[in-house]
């Protein structure tokens, strides 16, 4: 089992509609939770972390976590073109807390259609 | 503030033959990542370093693979002899700390390709 595992995709959403990211983890004493944006040939950027269950909202971004579930999720509202990208979801494990080694998934192809 | 910087973008090599990529981290940041990432994959860490200290090598396939990271500073990473399977791109990062929650920003990746 990978200690964290996403759908490849493509996911394929028109402009305007909600995308919804999935990512679960099998560590159940994971810490913190991280999403990552990464356009093709670019290297990965930060767009949020979370670290307590329930959402955390940025903008159009939401970020939630069910710790019980081990699940956590991307919820991009009004997707854009630009959001187009692969998602990476990354995860530090309870025994990289404390110097925060991030296992990331294999990412989730975003394309948003106009 | 600058990023981190990475050289050079992209190398081409014959298999056995060596290669060194080299990072510089955001001025002030102790803390350095140097990741894997195979086309279709996430990331995968080879080493971090706090300061010129190895935190994490438990990745780092040490029987061609080594870092360094002198006077806490800049880092090179080595390849020697490479294999096919190393072609990816080599990712460097850097965070103020180390810590769950210390933000790490990437370099723009060098793309190695083994031929």
């Known amino acids: 089992q990978k200690e964290v595992e996403q759908n490849s995709g493509p996911l394929s959403v028109p402009e305007g509609a909600i995308a919804s990211l999935n990512c679960t983890y099998s560590?159940?004493?994971?810490?913190?939770f991280f999403w990552y944006r990464q356009y093709s040939g670019k290297s990965p950027e930060l767009i949020m972390f979370?670290?307590?269950?329930g959402d955390k909202e940025d903008g159009r971004f939401t970020a939630q976590l069910n710790k019980a579930s081990q699940y956590v999720s991307l919820l991009i509202r009004d997707s854009q073109p630009s959001d187009s990208a692969t998602y990476l979801c990354?995860?530090?494990?309870?025994?990289?807390?404390?110097?925060?080694?991030?296992?990331f998934g294999q990412g989730t192809i975003l394309t948003v259609h106009p | 503030e600058a990023g981190v910087a990475q050289s050079p973008r992209y190398k081409i090599i014959e298999k056995r033959q060596s290669v060194a990529f080299w990072c510089n981290p955001i001025?002030?940041?102790?803390?350095l990542y140097w990741y894997q990432q195979i086309l279709g994959q996430g990331p995968k860490l080879l080493i971090q370093?706090?300061?010129?200290?190895?935190?994490?090598d438990s990745q780092l396939p040490k029987d061609r693979f080594s870092a360094e990271r002198l006077k806490g500073v800049d880092s090179t990473l080595k390849i020697q002899p490479a294999k096919l399977e190393d072609s990816a791109v080599y990712l460097c990062?850097?965070?103020?700390?180390?810590?769950?929650?210390?933000?790490?920003?990437f370099g723009p990746g060098t793309r190695l390709t083994v031929l």
């Open positions: 990062a850097s965070s103020l700390a180390q810590g769950a929650l210390n933000e790490q920003f």
């Open positions: 560590d159940r004493g994971s810490q913190s």
């Open positions: 979370i670290y307590s269950n």
């Open positions: 990354a995860v530090i494990s309870a025994g990289g807390t404390s110097y925060g080694k991030l296992t």
């Open positions: 001025s002030g940041h102790a803390t």
């Open positions: 370093f706090q300061n010129n200290g190895v935190v994490d």
